[in-house]
């Protein structure tokens, strides 16, 4: 055998050795229990706390929120509360004090059976598409909870996330401007997900992206579109649907969901 030849072999068993050597470490950690739940990095990063009951909540100037089915109120914030964007179109200088504290991307209060979130976003916010990448970097807020009355969206992205079964499917209403609403989970590569079930959504519309995810699966659906708002199908499953929109608004359904949709335009 050449010598080249047996320096390539060489280098092959190395990797090899190298490479079965690796696995079996993790393999033994792993046989240990030594390693960390997806639940355990997600409290390492999001700091959980309980609230009252909640019938209204109000979301102004925030890049993420998620609105989750849950037994119980709960608001879930982020620990490194910090725009990642914070600073960059700045151009004035700005002098800032030794140890002082930057402002957080996300504040909240309730105050009676109203949660307020705020954010420091001011324009309106249309990201109808979202890799999951880019939603890492974000200040995420969650709020968890039996269904509530009424959202009022405003210069926000809002993921509502359905019921894992029909027989739990809850109904909302949602007043969004100037906004992007996503209605179920967005996956990518054509991957559909876990279905997400809703009963009854009313969704009213200025200047708004709203989204139906594949796998949102929606018994009633009402929305009233102004001011250039556009709700796009992406292969949902509606039951029925009643539409009105002016003429600047957008409506891009799927042939079959268009069949079960009641048009009016005024």
């Known amino acids: 055998m050449k010598t080249s030849n047996k320096w390539l072999l060489g280098f092959f068993l190395a990797i090899l050795l190298f490479s079965l050597g690796i696995h079996a470490m993790l393999y033994r950690e792993y046989r240990k229990n030594h390693f960390i739940t997806a639940a355990q990095m997600h409290a390492e ?24 089915p849950a037994d119980s109120f709960a608001l879930e914030l982020p620990r490194i509360n910090k725009d990642p964007d914070a600073g960059l179109f700045q151009t004035q200088p700005k002098v800032r004090l030794i140890g002082a504290a930057d402002n957080p991307a996300i504040t909240w209060r309730q105050s009676g059976d109203t949660l307020f979130i705020k954010g420091n976003f001011t324009q309106p916010l249309h990201r109808p ?34 019921a894992k079964a029909p027989v739990k499917s809850a109904s909302a209403r949602f007043i969004a401007r100037n906004s992007t609403l996503w209605i179920g989970m967005q996956y990518e590569d054509g991957h559909h997900g876990p279905a997400e079930y809703f009963d009854s959504l009313d969704i009213r519309s200025a200047n708004t992206i709203t989204i139906l995810n594949s796998p949102a699966s929606i018994h009633r659906l009402q929305m009233q579109l102004t001011d250039t708002s556009l709700v796009n199908d992406q292969f949902a499953t509606l039951d029925s649907s009643v539409i009105r929109s002016t003429p600047e608004s957008r409506i891009e359904f799927t042939g079959g969901n268009l069949k079960k949709n009641q048009l009016i335009i005024h």
């Open 45 to 68: 990063g999001f700091e959980k706390t309980s609230i009252h009951a909640l019938r209204i909540i109000s979301v102004d100037g925030a890049i993420w929120v998620n609105l989750i």
């Open 129 to 162: 598409w979202s890799a999951w990448y880019y939603r890492n970097g974000l200040p995420e807020v969650s709020i968890l909870g039996p269904e509530v009355d009424e959202v009022l969206l405003n210069n926000s992205q809002l993921y509502v996330q359905g």
